[in-house]
């Protein structure tokens, strides 16, 4: 399986994730209750994530991600951390190895990282 949508599930935890998804990689998991990413670390062939309108509420829990290889887009509006001033430069901070471009909708990350 490459591609899973567990959208509008009202999914709060992801425990196990990594066992039951496999080498997943593009998840969406938008519209749940998700406030903590940890076991998405799990998912190394993991290359884009959607985790709009959910409860993530700090830079630290998104820090979290940076240990995925490929990752290369993230899409994390309509959270409580999209709130929080500056909170997309401090995400770049976060990825710095992968700066490219930042603008006021997402963050670019080089060569392929990707926030909104």
């Not at 209750?33 to 709009?52: G, M, N, R, T, W």
């Not at 829990?61 to 401090?90: A, F, G, M």
């Not at 603008?103 to 060569?111: A, G, K, Q, V, Y």
């Amino acid at each position: 399986m490459e591609v899973l949508n567990l959208s509008f599930n009202r999914i709060s935890s992801l425990e196990n994730i990594h066992i039951n998804v496999g080498n997943i990689q593009v998840l969406s998991l938008r519209h749940n209750q998700i406030s903590k990413v940890e076991d998405l670390v799990k998912l190394y062939s993991l290359v884009k994530l959607d985790l709009s309108h959910n409860l993530i509420g700090s830079v630290t829990e998104v820090s979290k991600l940076h240990s995925l290889p490929l990752l290369n887009s993230i899409w994390l509006s309509q959270n409580p951390i999209d709130t929080l001033k500056n909170y997309r430069w401090k995400i770049l901070k976060i990825f710095s190895i992968r700066t490219y471009n930042v603008s006021h909708h997402n963050i670019l990350f080089w060569p392929k990282m990707k926030v909104c």
